[in-house]
């Protein structure tokens, strides 16, 4: 079957969450009950979100892969009011259709999303693993791109 790359529907928000949730468990245990309750409260917090876009990998009926672009309005400057970027964040594609292309689809997909949504740029913070796809993607090293971080990185 033929995997179909698209932007998430509303009636996919229980799916989404339940990929976001692989992702977050998929190196390490995970625990026991809570699955509900994190749809539940995904599911709130994407339904109030319009600063974000979902795309998704179908296979089928099935969702294989997912990945979110946040977008975020910058300050204008003369001439150019209606400015922003995306931020590619938490991209992910199940372990058994891994290998054929289907993460490096997603990418693509968002950054034309960002590209349809007047972004002037798209950015990620990538784990290593993930380095090549956004290389392969167009992503280059960016000497200006500083980062503080506030938290223990997950």
């Given at each position: ?79 150019e009011l209606d400015r922003r970027t995306g931020d590619i964040q938490s991209v992910f594609v199940l372990p058994d259709h891994r290998g054929r292309g289907i993460g490096s689809s997603v ?48």
């Amino acid at each position: 079957m033929t995997i179909e790359i698209r932007e998430a529907t509303r009636g996919e928000t229980a799916e989404l969450a339940k990929l976001r949730w692989r992702s977050t468990f998929e190196r390490r245990p995970e625990p026991d009950g809570g699955l509900d309750d994190y749809i539940r409260s995904f599911s709130t917090w994407w339904e109030r979100r319009e600063d974000y876009v979902a795309v998704v990998a179908a296979d089928g009926p099935g969702l294989v892969g997912v990945g979110f672009l946040a977008l975020a309005a910058r300050v204008p400057v003369p001439g150019e009011l209606d400015r922003r970027t995306g931020d590619i964040q938490s991209v992910f594609v199940l372990p058994d259709h891994r290998g054929r292309g289907i993460g490096s689809s997603v990418v693509r997909a968002l950054v034309e999303h960002g590209r349809e949504r007047g972004c002037s740029r798209v950015t990620v913070h990538s784990g290593r693993r993930a380095v090549p796809v956004y290389e392969r993607a167009g992503f280059q090293r960016d000497p200006q791109l500083m980062v503080h971080p506030l938290t223990e990185a997950e």
